[in-house]
């Protein structure tokens, strides 16, 4: 019997990174509801006091990107001085430019069945049947318990929590199977004046027990504000920026991540929208009961319609060879820039929604990468 361990991390809404990629969200949110055709390609970072906007938009309407910022960050909760970094006060440097003409020369007008991918890069897609949403149980885990968090504060049940915060879980697995939870860590966020005894009573009352539940045992360790206390936090005691938790919106690290990140990031980007197909067509594979576990890699070439590689992992698990399995995969998605723009309706103010507790597994309406509706369709395809 082979045991082994497995670790996953997530972090709260106020994590410097996530702050980060929830405005460049937020931003292009606003403009793709204005302007379908709009091009964005967001980067923010984030300090003390300060956020500056880079990166590249080209569009015909126009947003106030300082109200956005402002309004992000104060539905995240940093809304008093105390914090250091309050969105009623905080600095906003604009830098953003346009798209670059010879980018938009290989991509064509959004929609057209001649769009063209809007940049290089492999993009990897992966479902297993550890958890009812069709992935790994660490990730989902550790995604579960920031949300958990970010709700107790928001709900005032711990009315003395700030908004950043990570969690990090640890299973023990058989036979590739999880078993138990070998230990938890929580950091978070509090005012002063909150004694790590309450902290770790009201963390494991309210926040491990009701998320973790029958994974936990006698054995199970528990690690919360392990140096003692978290009162400065968020942009104040570290930077963040857009696109640095890519593995957290992922799957974690036991699945390769794609060349690029996913925030502030229009849907002819391949690096995002290719990796939403291909997390699309290996969620359908497993429920579709062709594989326990199914890794999906695309690769594409700026300006090209086609992918430049469909590939196929089940891992020795499937019922079926892989190379029948992307045969069909081939004929029953279309895996064009295009196609999947319009398969997925990606042209929606939908991605601030994204931005927090993962990519992928959230079963949301607006998450149609989400959707099995393949499944069927891919075994008559076989």
């Given at each position: 019997m082979k045991k082994y361990l497995f670790t996953s991390e997530s972090v709260a809404p106020g994590h410097p990174d996530k702050v980060a990629d929830q405005i460049a969200d937020a931003i292009l949110d606003s403009i793709?509801?204005?302007?379908?055709?709009?091009?964005?390609?967001?980067?923010?970072?984030?300090?003390?006091?300060?956020?500056?906007?880079?990166?590249?938009?080209?569009?015909?309407?126009?947003?106030?990107?300082n109200e956005i910022v402002r309004k992000v960050i104060l539905d995240i909760g940093y809304n008093k001085p105390e914090y250091g970094f309050d969105g009623n006060t905080v600095a906003v440097l604009n830098t953003i430019s346009k798209q670059s003409p010879d980018i938009a020369l290989g991509i064509r007008k959004t929609g057209s069945k001649k769009q063209g991918a809007g940049d290089q890069g492999s993009m990897v897609g992966y479902a297993c049947n550890e958890t009812l949403e069709l992935m790994p149980l660490p990730i989902m885990m550790a995604h579960k318990l920031v949300k958990k968090l970010a709700q107790l504060r928001k709900n005032r049940v711990l009315s003395y929590l700030r908004p950043d915060g990570k969690s990090q879980v640890t299973f023990e697995y058989e036979d590739n199977k999880p078993k138990r939870l070998n230990n938890v860590v929580i950091a978070v966020q509090h005012d002063p004046g909150v004694s790590l005894e309450k902290l770790k009573k009201d963390?494991?009352?309210?926040?491990?027990?009701?998320?973790?539940?029958?994974?936990?045992?006698?054995?199970?360790?528990?690690?919360?504000?392990?140096?003692g206390k978290f009162i400065i936090g968020?942009?104040?005691?570290?930077?963040?920026?857009?696109?640095?938790?890519?593995?957290?919106?992922?799957?974690?690290?036991?699945?390769?991540?794609?060349?690029?990140?996913?925030?502030g990031k229009d849907p002819t980007k391949v690096d995002r929208s290719g990796a939403y197909m291909a997390r699309y067509v290996a969620k359908n594979i497993v429920a579709a009961g062709l594989a326990e576990k199914c890794l999906v890699r695309l690769a594409y070439v700026i300006g090209g319609c086609e992918p430049t590689e469909v590939s196929i992992e089940t891992f020795g698990a499937s019922k079926v060879s892989e190379e029948k399995i992307a045969g069909a995969v081939l004929k029953v998605f279309d895996l064009t820039p295009a196609g999947i723009i319009k398969e997925l309706n990606l042209l929606r103010p939908i991605y601030r929604e994204t931005a927090c507790f993962g990519h992928f597994g959230q079963n949301k309406p607006n998450f149609t990468w989400e959707k099995t509706d393949r499944a069927e369709r891919l075994l008559k395809a076989l």
């Open positions: 793709i509801k204005k302007d379908k055709q709009a091009r964005v390609a967001c980067e923010v970072f984030v300090s003390r006091g300060y956020v500056i906007i880079g990166g590249e938009i080209t569009t015909n309407t126009w947003v106030d990107i963390i494991i009352d309210n926040l491990i027990k009701p998320v973790c539940g029958k994974y936990l045992d006698k054995k199970t360790r528990f690690f919360i504000n392990n140096t968020g942009p104040v005691a570290d930077t963040g920026m857009t696109g640095r938790k890519t593995a957290v919106d992922s799957y974690g690290i036991g699945v390769p991540v794609g060349g690029g990140s996913f925030s």
